[in-house]
């Protein structure tokens, strides 16, 4: 239940969101007070546009996204014991495989960097993630069939209990925490890893990130980076949803 209105109060209290909540109220208000509802439909209306512009979402994504990417220096000076991959969501009833879940795009970037980084540093992988609306399949064992069927890996633990990020962690360290296995690799995409860190590290790991999935710097004409579109509304949301993540656990749970 919590999971649920959790993300009811994501859907409505954080960008764009929040600004849809803006209109919808503006619209209702200046029906009786017409000069307060305009204020609140047009600064609803622009904010949705303003996050819709490529210059201004990539300017939000450099202030959220992790900048170094794992280097041969960073796992000497932390030596890790295990490779902790995070799921990123499933692709319901996929047509292709006979409509059965698989894994989605997000948790099939993780999956294939994570099998990467075990054939280069031969350490055993973990995989996080539950059902987070009751499916029948957790995300962590359609991560495994992936790592295990397309990218030659080894599966050597299946976390299937988590819902969210912080119980990733929470449960992660339940299940290899008595191991010794606390010093470990973190992947997942580089624009949530900040979030993903300050967890592990709270559940009691030391982590060394693998951040994949860069938004890399711009560089079209300037002119082109001013003009709104569907892709930098929806990297904007999912930096609001990282600051709004972090800041609730930060309430909840730290």
Not at 73 to 80: F, G, K, R, V
Not at 168 to 186: E, H, P, Q, R, V
Request: charged share 15%.
């Amino acid at each position: 239940m919590e999971v649920l209105i959790t993300k009811l109060i994501s859907l409505l209290a954080v960008p764009p969101g929040l600004f849809f909540s803006f209109i919808l109220l503006g619209a209702l208000v200046r029906l009786r007070f017409y000069r307060s509802g305009q204020i609140l439909f047009y600064t609803g209306l622009i904010s949705l546009f303003l996050i819709s512009i490529p210059l201004v979402s990539s300017n939000l994504v450099e202030m959220t996204q992790a900048n170094t990417p794992l280097t041969e220096e960073l796992t000497q000076t932390a030596p890790a014991k295990a490779i902790v991959i995070l799921g990123g969501g499933r692709y319901p009833a996929a047509p292709e495989y006979q409509n059965n879940d698989t894994v989605s795009r997000h948790a099939l970037e993780r999956c294939r960097y994570g099998s990467y980084l075990q054939r280069k540093l031969k350490l055993p992988i973990l995989v996080s993630g539950g059902s987070v609306y009751g499916e029948q399949a957790p995300e962590a064992v359609l991560m495994k069939n992936v790592i295990e069927n397309s990218f030659v890996g080894v599966t050597h633990w299946v976390e299937d209990q988590s819902r969210t990020t912080y119980e990733n962690a929470l449960y992660t360290y339940k299940m290899i925490g008595n191991d010794s296995k606390t010093n470990i690799i973190l992947v997942t995409h580089a624009l949530h890893m900040a979030r993903a860190t300050e967890a592990f590290e709270h559940a009691g790991f030391t982590v060394t990130p693998a951040p994949l999935g860069f938004h890399t710097p711009d560089n079209r004409p300037f002119y082109v980076r001013l003009i709104p579109n569907i892709h930098s509304a929806s990297t904007s949301a999912q930096v609001f949803h990282e600051w709004f993540g972090r800041l609730w656990y930060k309430l909840r749970y730290y």
